[in-house]
């Protein structure tokens, strides 16, 4: 049975989750009962993707929804892994499983490995719909670099830069990056859509 | 106007919250979308203030509901801080000024100073309520030691022990604590009810 445990003491509920181990009983926080629920990306699009979230997200809580969805797209292997970059190595890859698989694929092609990272940025308030995308060149080196970031930035050289997309700051990241692009693009049409002050 | 960001991605968070930190959207995660009550905890005992914890969280989730109320109880202080304990200094009080507070109203009292950890813990499934208490006598030192646990747990030498209660291990302290006697308590009792199988 999975019970909730009415604390907002973060000391009590480890106490208390681990009084409760040797039971079938599943003690749950407040703060775990959000039911966070799993959609579905089968879009085949980056577009329809963040259009799925959007959507998906809006039909639950019928609140204002931003969404995103981006990838890899390298030319050498045509385009892919695109919309699977998230899911390139299996259903529950992780970053690192994705990124040796993307050494593989690309070990035996000749450099340089140019390649883009592109978003696309939708909002959705189940009246308006509006997008944006955003696109930033550059090549996929051979070896990861860098601690900043997700995905495949260890990876990522932008154009012009010699330093990786995990090897910039946050700060950095959101001057050049495809998602500040979409973002910031989304932002403008936003405002000048006129119901969304900013 | 708040915004849901619908990504489970930390990461794209981090960079999406920070792109929109210059409008007057706010972007809020799934996560963040759980609505935690305000519980008023206006009880006169433990076993009150755990009740009215119980039920409130049962009305709203409709999921069976563990809850507890515990506390210090002084006997030079004529059981004070008792039900007020994580309120002793004022409202918003953290644990460091309660233990100030309880040290400067200590000061001028002979030692030793006599006190016990008190918990009443309660299990509510819209139809059966189950309560059991646990209490650790011990007493207060004048200054607080050791970095584990929470609350008063610094400046509490339980009886026969030479460490307080925040030098010892959360093992440790689930084999001897007020909460652990109460909630080991409980899921006794809940097993004896015979509709909770662990």
Do not use: W
Not at 60 to 80: E, H
Not at 81 to 93: D, K
Request: proline letters at 5%; charged letters at 30%; glycine letters at 8%.
């Amino acid at each position: 049975m999975e019970i909730i445990f009415a604390t907002g003491n973060k000391g009590k509920l480890k106490e208390v989750k681990a009084i409760f181990q040797d039971t079938s009983h599943k003690v749950i926080s407040l703060k775990e009962l959000t039911v966070i629920p799993e959609i579905v990306e089968d879009g085949l699009t980056f577009e329809e993707n963040a259009r799925i979230k959007a959507v998906t997200i809006y039909d639950l809580f019928r609140k204002p929804v931003i969404a995103d969805d981006s990838g890899l797209s390298v030319d050498q292997l045509q385009g892919a892994p695109g919309v699977y970059s998230a899911r390139y190595a299996g259903e529950n890859a992780t970053d690192l499983d994705n990124n040796k698989k993307l050494l593989r694929e690309l070990q035996n092609l000749p450099e340089p490995h140019p390649a883009s990272f592109i978003c696309c940025a939708v909002f959705y308030d189940g009246c308006t719909y509006l997008k944006a995308f955003g696109e930033i060149p550059g090549r996929i080196i051979g070896e990861p670099r860098g601690e900043h970031g997700f995905g495949y930035d260890p990876l990522f050289l932008p154009e012009g830069y010699d330093k990786t997309m995990a090897e910039i700051s946050l700060d950095e990241k959101n001057k050049i990056s495809h998602r500040a692009k979409a973002f910031n693009l989304l932002k403008d049409i936003m405002r000048r859509d006129g119901k969304y002050e900013t």
